[in-house]
């Protein structure tokens, strides 16, 4: 698998997401600093939602040869900001988690927010279901 680097506000399922795609047990924990984890690289949320840590998350994008942008289909927020994916030299794709709590408007509605932040490729999943997740580990082979 490529080694990526999720981002997304806090609550979206970074974690929960990176759990699921490196084969660990599910368990929920809030991450506080960036950790990694096998190929993948989990972010804090408060990192998007503070502009005083987009630093770190530029130069720690340096490391990941994807980026996947996480948005909750069942949170109205929204923490890209438009065309933010041009601020990484690595390909990015979108997320929308919690899709098994979601209507198919949230869903679309979440999309529409990842194509304004400038994802290339739009993913549907749950993390908690394993709902779409096989797709996306198929892309990121």
């Keep these: 698998m490529k080694r990526v680097m999720l981002m997304g506000a806090s609550g979206c399922g970074k974690t929960t ?4 795609l490196c084969g660990d047990e599910i368990a929920y924990r809030k991450t506080q600093a960036i950790e990694w984890m096998h190929t993948a690289i989990d972010t804090p949320g408060e990192y998007l939602e503070n502009r005083a840590f987009y630093k770190a998350l530029v130069v720690t ?3 990941a040869d994807a980026l996947l942008f996480l948005q909750d289909a069942t949170d109205g927020r929204f923490c ?3 065309g933010q994916a041009q601020m990484f030299g690595a ?7 919690k899709c098994d709590a979601a209507s198919r408007e949230e869903i679309n509605a ?3 927010l990842l194509e304004l932040a400038g994802a290339q490729e739009i993913f549907e999943v749950s993390a908690k ?3 779409g ?3 996306l ?5």
Excluded: D, I, K, N
């Excluded at 390909?91 to 988690?97: E, I, L």
């Design 129 to 131: 279901t394993g709902e």
């Design 133 to 135: 997740c096989a797709a």
């Design 110 to 112: 979440a999309r529409g």
């Design 91 to 97: 390909m990015v794709w979108g997320v929308v988690t």
């Design 137 to 141: 580990l198929a892309a990121l082979e």
């Design 80 to 82: 890209f900001s438009p």
């Design 17 to 20: 997401l990176c759990q699921r």
């Design 61 to 63: 994008a340096t490391q």
